[in-house]
């Protein structure tokens, strides 16, 4: 059987790039997100390109009941997952702590922090069964710095580090690999959440340089799954050639 990738926020941006790009080097997928729709228009596309296997849940990642009954429905051949890429995560709103609409907290408490547990915490030990496996998990530079206008989601990636360097020692004794990607700016949805379906706002984040693209991040994420055992790469930070931290952005006029 070929090896098994299970894809959080599959519908978009990088999820969606990933699971073409994985599909295209004979993975089968289990793909997740809250739109059945696009989940399943994306399995009949891959299904015409590549001939995969395809298994779809959709369920909501803030929600620990509907993933631990849609993860633990799968038949035992799929629990065999080799990579899980927690990628499914936004960023809503962006405003001081003082000023912050407590929804747009939760949601990115809710999505990027808990998300990431309730699925990994029923993913892991299928892994640590088999004494096998890796975890990638899609955090941010806002990850790696924080900034005024975005305290929380920043707070939410931060999160996400700590978490992956202590799953990371965790399960050193099972062979199973953990790393992180802390994107910068990627042109995907993530705007048009953020700013809440203000398209003219979004736009304006891109204007002026070139950002990263989706299947930039998906390839990165192949690089990382397709090392040899004996190498994990903890923690990568990629960011556009003209991005040079979180806020620093030089564009052309």
Known sequence: MSKIALITGATSGIGAATSHLLAANGFDLILTGRRNKRLVELERDLAVKFKVKCLLLCFDVRKADQVHTSLDSLPDNWKAVDVLVNNAGLAVGMDTVDNGEIDDWERMI?????GLLYVSRC???????????QIINISSIAGKEAYPMGGVYCGTKHAVQAISHAMRIELLPFGVKVGTIA???VDTEFSNVRFKGDDERAKSVY?????LSPVDIAETILFLITRPAHVNIDDVLIMPTAQGSARDVYRIP
């Open 123 to 133: 993913v892991t030990p299928w892994m640590k069964a088999r004494k096998t496996g």
């Open 183 to 185: 994107p910068g700016m």
């Open 110 to 114: 809710d999505t990027n922090v808990k």
């Open 207 to 211: 204007k002026g340089f070139t950002p």
